[in-house]
Nanobody
Framework: DVQLVESGGDSVQAGGSLRLSCAVS????????MAWFRQAPGKEREGVAA???????YYAEFVRGRFTISQANAENTVYLQMNSLKPEDTATYYC???????????????????WGQGTQVTVS
């Protein structure tokens, strides 16, 4: 079974950093698109970052230069390092994967088949 389990969410002050983790079971993380999305209360889910099997990375413009997506093959875990956090980054962050292809769109959450339960990030 495919399972994605996020962790690392917390409450931090603006300017601070957090590292989110997505522990994956059921497939190797380097074999599929892995992505992070977020959803704030009253807003639509939006793509944050994605990592392709070919190790290409994709970022939303609003996090470029502040967030970094990476993976650790040995731990089968995907990370989202978040620096210079802003209050507008407050949201529930979700890890997701899609079962086919190396195209990893972050503007098409409907293309992703499996999702984690989310982890809350609050920036004040």
């Amino acid at each position: 079974d495919v399972q994605l389990v996020e962790s690392g969410g917390d409450s931090v002050q603006a300017g601070g950093s957090l590292r989110l983790s997505c522990a994956v079971s059921g497939f190797p993380t380097n074999s599929r698109c892995m992505a992070w999305f977020r959803q704030a209360p009253g807003k639509e889910r939006e793509g944050v970052a994605a990592l392709s099997p070919g190790r290409s990375t994709y970022y939303a413009e609003f996090v470029r230069g502040r967030f970094t997506i990476s993976q650790a093959n040995a731990e089968n875990t995907v990370y989202l390092q978040m620096n210079s956090l802003k209050p507008e980054d407050t949201a529930t962050y979700y890890c997701a994967t899609k079962v086919d292809g190396w195209y990893c769109p972050i503007d098409r959450s409907d293309r992703y088949n499996y999702w984690g339960q989310g982890t809350q990030v609050t920036v004040s």
